[in-house]
């Protein structure tokens, strides 16, 4: 299993600001992925990281407010741009695990982010 | 496209009492299956998956599940429930690849 740190673990933003999460994976992965986790709700796929490429966003998600980036196979950052209080949410990084195009993915702790 | 349905957002439950999460599914192809946990302040674990074979999987910590192609289910089960069992617990799929749907979750509250 991989194991995904990522930074900050939380953070309270104000208004306005962007925010930059970062995420490290202690072997190397094709793809990375990030979810949203609005507070009450399930999971949404914000985008997939791939190294080497622009990440390819979901429906509903833009690179403006969603910039990420994939310098190498082990890291990836993810930044929330212009944050309103809708932001607020936790962010997480993931990979794949076990057998690969299954689905099965291992999460970070995620990122819980407050915008004031 | 594939959706999840979790048809019990909250359960409360006694510790030591059984504990069954249920989970439909609707697809037109064939599917892989999940169900994470997560627990407070946490990211999510994979409890269990079923890919293939077998049609009753077993987990982490006693969890099993049981998919049912005819049903389009996969109900996830403990005989026993611990206090640490409480946690979000997230039904997910995937039809051959990266992308996992999930359902809207169902808190467990174990209690004393």
């Known amino acids: 299993s991989a194991v995904i740190s990522q930074k900050p673990s939380r953070d309270i933003c104000q208004r306005g600001t962007s925010l930059t999460i970062q995420c490290q994976v202690d072997s190397q992965v094709t793809m990375m992925f990030w979810y949203r986790q609005q507070p009450g709700q399930s999971l949404t796929l914000i985008a997939t990281a791939n190294q080497g490429s622009e990440a390819t966003y979901e429906s509903g998600f833009v690179i403006d407010k969603f910039p990420i980036s994939r310098p190498n196979l082990t890291f990836s950052t993810l930044t929330v741009s212009n944050m309103s209080p809708e932001d607020s949410s936790i962010y997480l990084c993931?990979?794949?695990?076990?057998?690969?195009?299954?689905?099965?993915?291992?999460f970070g702790e995620g990122s819980r982010l407050t915008v004031l | 496209a594939q959706s999840v349905t979790q048809l019990d957002s909250q359960v409360p439950v006694f510790e030591e009492a059984p504990v069954e999460l249920r989970c439909n599914y609707s697809s037109s192809v064939s599917v892989y299956l999940f169900w994470y946990v997560q627990y407070p302040n946490q990211g999510l674990q994979l409890l269990l998956k079923y890919l293939s074979g077998s049609t009753l999987v077993k987990g982490i910590n006693g969890f099993e599940a049981e998919f049912n192609k005819s049903q389009t289910s996969f109900h996830l089960r403990k005989p026993s429930v611990h206090i640490s069992d409480t946690a979000e617990y997230f039904c997910a799929v995937s039809v051959n690849d990266y992308k996992l749907s999930f359902g809207a979750g169902t808190t467990v509250t174990v209690r004393a």
């Open positions: 993931s990979v794949e695990g076990g057998q690969p195009s299954t689905g099965e993915l291992f």
